[in-house]
Structures are given as structure tokens and as C-alpha cells.
């Protein structure tokens, strides 16, 4: 079941559930900095994707979500 919410309003429960459950086995360099930049540092989108091999906010939100579904299953 996907849910289409902002991700602003979803921020603050991926963040608890990363500190609780996070594990990096399964995620590539450019989606650790973004989580750890966007969701753990609390970071704009500006300087979350800053250094990483996404070229904007839309592929990084596109990253994000594919990352965080990977989590999730």
C-alpha cells in the first residue's frame, strides 16, 4: 500500500525509525549522505544533495523513496 504524503510531514517519523532501525548494508554512498544529510541533520535539499550523484532535488526525491522502500521490505 503507497501513501502520498509530502515529505515534510513524514520526516520526523523516518528519522525516529532510521535511529531505531537504519542499516547501510543495502544502501549506496550517495543515498547514506542523503538520508544522513536530509533526515538525520535536518538539512535543506540544496545542501543534502550536495556531493552526491543526484542532480537535483526530483532524482534525489526519486532516490530517497526507492531507498527507503528497500528498508521497508
Known sequence: M???RPLA???P???KWLIK???TEDV????QALLARLILQQQDWANS???SSYSGKKEAEAGLKACLQRYLE
Open 2 to 4: 503507497q501513501y502520498h
Open 9 to 11: 510531514f513524514i520526516l
Open 13 to 15: 517519523n523516518i528519522k
Open 21 to 23: 532501525h537504519g542499516r
Open 28 to 31: 549506496s554512498p550517495s543515498e
Open 49 to 51: 544533495i550536495k556531493g
